[in-house]
């Protein structure tokens, strides 16, 4: 069986794309908070892209494995992203598609300049063809998206994880996985999204996975 992960041409551009996030969020962290010293509060989502615009503010390498596994694992046929950025966790969806043989990725992101940048990423891996991202408001773009979707990968701003979330609600595949990044080092701005999928009342189970900055690992049941 493939994997691409291991392999040209998306390892060298995995490996240049995550030595570029090290070094360079580790700058423009700095800049961010010193820009916006009290956070983003009162921004909408189009003024905290800006604010975010250099950084990448990736999956781990780990966490990318742990992504690459599940959806190798699981065969969804529609794996939908939110929050591109640079593309390091698209290349990681879109390489297990295409080792699965079957499926698509549809990945959102609200910047324009990144949507430019995560294309030309997946260019360069030869990943491409099997990935759609929808640039604008995810809330809008994924609004008409047809189902099933099996696999969900939410990794924008936390306080639209269950807005996004219950947008797809309705077409998600029985058994269909949802992760959430970040559970952990930002759990307060996603309080409301971790309180709804541990409720059994809504038709999941979760679990809290502590990979980097946390995950939370969820099926639809």
């Not at 009290?38 to 604010?51: L, T």
């Not at 615009?53 to 599940?70: F, H, K, N, W």
Request: charged residues 20%; proline residues 7%.
């Amino acid at each position: 069986m493939p994997n691409s992960l291991a392999s040209p041409p998306v390892r060298p551009v995995l490996d240049r794309l995550f030595q570029a996030a090290h070094s360079d969020d580790a700058v423009q962290w700095v800049t961010v908070r010193e820009r916006y010293p009290d956070g983003f509060p009162a921004m909408s989502a189009r003024e905290q892209a800006d604010a975010y615009a250099d950084l990448y503010i990736p999956v781990s390498p780990e966490g990318g494995r742990l992504l690459y596994a599940l959806i190798r694992a699981s065969r969804p046929s529609t794996v939908v992203e939110f929050g591109t950025s640079f593309g390091i966790s698209t290349i990681h969806l879109a390489a297990a598609v295409r080792d699965n043989g079957t499926g698509r990725v549809i990945s959102t992101e609200l910047h324009a300049a990144k949507v430019a940048r995560a294309r030309a990423s997946l260019a360069e891996a030869g990943l491409v063809g099997l990935v759609t991202i929808l640039e604008g408001d995810a809330r809008q773009t994924l609004a008409d998206l047809p189902g099933p979707v099996g696999f969900v990968l939410l990794d924008g701003w936390k306080n639209l994880y269950l807005p996004v979330l219950r947008l797809l609600e309705p077409r998600l595949a029985p058994g269909a996985l949802v992760v959430a990044d970040d559970t952990v080092s930002m759990a307060a701005e996603m309080a409301d999204y971790l309180a709804y999928v541990r409720d059994p009342a809504h038709g999941y189970l979760s679990i809290a996975f502590p990979e980097s900055d946390g995950l939370e690992i969820t099926c639809r049941v």
